[in-house]
């Protein structure tokens, strides 16, 4: 277990959206396990009973013209909140010490939410090359189109980052660490540059999820987390959420209601029973993660293994700076020589190990990734073939067992 696991994570309770419970709260610091057992719960509204029910809606009933005229009433209409995303959002704000959250039907969603939050026509962008590669092709498409001009930097790049900012330059984006390679950034650096020239600052924190990493407390505006992953924990949503800090609040609000893109209710509901064992989850996810990361360093088909908490990973002396934990997804780079053919033979025949998308379940991932051919910003040099693991529950044993006969099948030994 990383040194900083068990420390206490302490948020700022203060939002707009906070339920009459987390403002009980508010004056105290609690540990993690308790804030994630209190927080978004509206016990009192709902006959006393622990979880917000799930409410499915459009229409709200108003009882006079003039109520409905003033718009008098605690909930108006299903796109403009019910108690179940407002459970969420409040929820999800504590915890991030956000002023409000938005919700959206995926990370990609929220990914996009946050991005035309940030953003206004003809300005200029300024992207992680280790970005999520959906949001690439975001850039790409969609904001091209609307004469957003996009710029890939090094993801290692700090206060060196100024040399790339152009007169029409409004928005940092960082993704820390980066997908599939893991490069960690030095947000601070970055944060504060983007302070100094005006520049709203970005940062999909998925990885990390507020738990491990305190975005807006290192600088960050919005900061992206795709619910899809940890906070489900389950591989049965999709989700994303993007917090504001008091600036990008009002514009983030404004965003979203012109949008109106929500999750179903259902999707929240799974999402706040996620959150309640977030951090045990999380502690699991890093002491495997790490046990796994630390055996697969050791073994001679692997060149490198790529995990924020080992020195091995690009950025790693900003992880410890700056993180306070470390979850479970990484990589590791095979030494070369082996074939595509030889990696079949090790992938197909993985008992425990899923080949798949997406990550942060109970179940054990794995998927060979090659990001030469859309890297723009840095040359990506890995020795060997590449491959990312997610490491779920399953007992560790197992999983290690699945991943040392996959080894000797690649290297041509074993059935
Ligand atoms: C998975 C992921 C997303 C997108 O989430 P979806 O819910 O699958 O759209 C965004 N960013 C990162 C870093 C992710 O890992």
Redesign the pocket.
């Known amino acids: 277990m990383a040194r900083h696991a068990h420390k206490r994570i302490e948020c700022g309770l203060s939002t707009p959206q906070a339920t009459a419970r987390t403002m009980k709260d508010s004056a105290e610091t609690l540990g993690i396990g308790t804030r994630l057992a209190q927080l978004g719960r509206m016990s009192d509204a709902h006959y006393g009973f622990v979880n917000t029910p799930l409410y499915r809606g459009s229409t709200v009933l108003f009882k006079t013209l003039d109520d409905l005229q003033h718009e008098r009433a605690r909930y108006s209409y299903g796109t403009a909140g019910t108690p179940t995303v407002e459970s969420l959002e409040s929820a999800w704000s504590a915890l991030s010490a956000a002023a409000g959250t938005a919700l959206a039907?995926?990370?990609?969603?929220?990914?996009t939410l946050a991005l035309l939050t940030a953003l206004n026509s003809g300005d200029h962008l300024l992207m992680p090359d280790s970005?999520?590669l959906?949001?690439r092709a975001l850039c790409g498409k969609l904001l091209a189109r609307f004469g957003i001009q996009t710029t890939y930097y090094d993801p290692m790049l700090g206060a060196g980052l100024a040399a790339l900012i152009r007169p029409n330059t409004s928005t940092i984006f960082l993704?820390s660490p980066g997908?599939q390679t893991f490069e960690v950034q030095d947000v601070p650096a970055i944060t504060a540059l983007a302070r100094e020239r005006a520049l709203t600052t970005v940062i999909?924190?998925?990885?990390a999820t507020p738990l491990f990493f305190r975005a807006h407390e290192h600088g960050c505006d919005l900061v992206?987390?795709?619910?899809?992953?940890y906070l489900s924990g389950h591989s049965d949503i999709?989700?994303?959420l993007v917090s504001a800090n008091e600036r990008l609040w009002p514009r983030l609000k404004e965003t979203y209601r012109s949008m109106a893109m929500l999750p179903g209710a259902e999707d929240c509901y799974l999402a706040l029973r996620g959150m309640r064992t977030l951090h045990i989850r999380l502690q699991e996810a890093e002491r495997r993660g790490l046990a796994l990361a630390e055996w697969l360093a050791a073994q001679p088909q692997v060149a490198t293994v790529l995990h924020p908490a080992l020195p091995s990973c690009p950025g790693h002396s900003f992880w410890k700076r700056d993180f306070t934990g470390s979850t479970g997804?990484f990589s590791f780079i095979l030494r070369p020589g082996f074939s595509r053919d030889d990696l079949a033979r090790m992938l197909d025949a993985m008992r425990i190990f899923g080949m798949g998308?997406?990550?942060?379940g109970f179940e054990s991932l794995i998927i060979p990734f090659d990001c030469r051919s859309y890297r723009t910003a840095t040359e990506w040099r890995a020795p060997g073939l590449c491959l990312r693991v997610q490491v779920g529950l399953e007992d560790l044993e197992d999983v290690r067992n699945d991943l040392r006969a996959g080894l000797d099948r690649l290297a041509g030994r074993g059935a």
């Open positions: 039907p995926s990370g990609l969603g929220a990914v970005v999520y959906p949001t993704e997908s999909d924190n998925t990885w992206v987390e795709a619910g899809t992953k999709l989700l994303g997804v998308y997406s990550w942060g």
